[in-house]
């Protein structure tokens, strides 16, 4: 449990680069579907990043998921527990796959508005979800 204070701290500072990289990768794949731009190696870099920046804020939630008091399994598991126990790594790991998917399947398109199309809507569905967890939480967004 000593390192728990650590990684719970770098979980809370990981969701920062998460947050700012997919707000980029929103904007930039907008931008470039709404101005009809090719789809540069830029986007495929920052695309890299944040799944990488996402990939290690996973690992390190479930960590915390084994290694918290806020997440226990028990008969008042859903009355006392539920958020960080169910609802909070589901949603999450719903964002992460949503990330993941729109990253791997947008490397085998040949059409620079349809990878744009995609990114776009797999990783603002991911924002909103992580977002809404986030807020759950009520630990605050910032």
Same mark, same amino acid.
């Given at each position: $449990?000593? $390192?728990?204070?650590? !990684?719970?701290?770098?979980?809370?500072?990981?969701?920062?680069?998460?947050?700012?990289?997919?707000?980029?990768?929103?904007? %930039? *794949? !907008?931008?470039?579907?709404?101005?009809? @731009?090719?789809?540069?190696?830029?986007?495929?870099?920052?695309?890299?990043?944040?799944?990488?920046? @996402?990939?290690? /804020?996973?690992?390190?939630?479930?960590?915390?998921?084994?290694? *918290?008091?806020?997440? /226990?399994?028990?008969?008042?598991?859903?009355?006392?527990? %539920?958020?960080?126990?169910?609802?909070? +790594?589901?949603?999450?790991?719903?964002?992460?796959?949503?990330? @993941?998917?729109? %990253? *791997? @399947?947008?490397? =085998? $398109?040949?059409?620079?508005?349809?990878?744009?199309? %995609?990114?776009?809507?797999?990783?603002?569905?991911? !924002?909103? +979800?992580?977002?809404?967890?986030?807020? $759950?939480?009520? =630990?605050?967004?910032?």
């Amino acid at each position: $449990m000593a $390192m728990y204070p650590q !990684l719970l701290v770098t979980h809370s500072y990981l969701r920062y680069f998460v947050f700012f990289l997919l707000i980029i990768v929103i904007v %930039r *794949s !907008l931008l470039g579907l709404v101005n009809k @731009t090719p789809y540069k190696r830029i986007e495929d870099k920052i695309g890299l990043f944040l799944l990488i920046c @996402t990939h290690i /804020q996973a690992v390190v939630g479930l960590i915390l998921y084994f290694i *918290s008091d806020a997440v /226990q399994f028990g008969p008042d598991t859903m009355k006392n527990y %539920r958020y960080w126990t169910v609802e909070h +790594i589901f949603g999450m790991l719903i964002a992460v796959i949503l990330i @993941t998917a729109a %990253r *791997s @399947t947008v490397k =085998r $398109m040949t059409v620079d508005a349809a990878k744009f199309k %995609r990114l776009f809507i797999f990783n603002s569905i991911a !924002l909103v +979800i992580i977002v809404v967890m986030i807020i $759950m939480s009520g =630990r605050g967004l910032l």
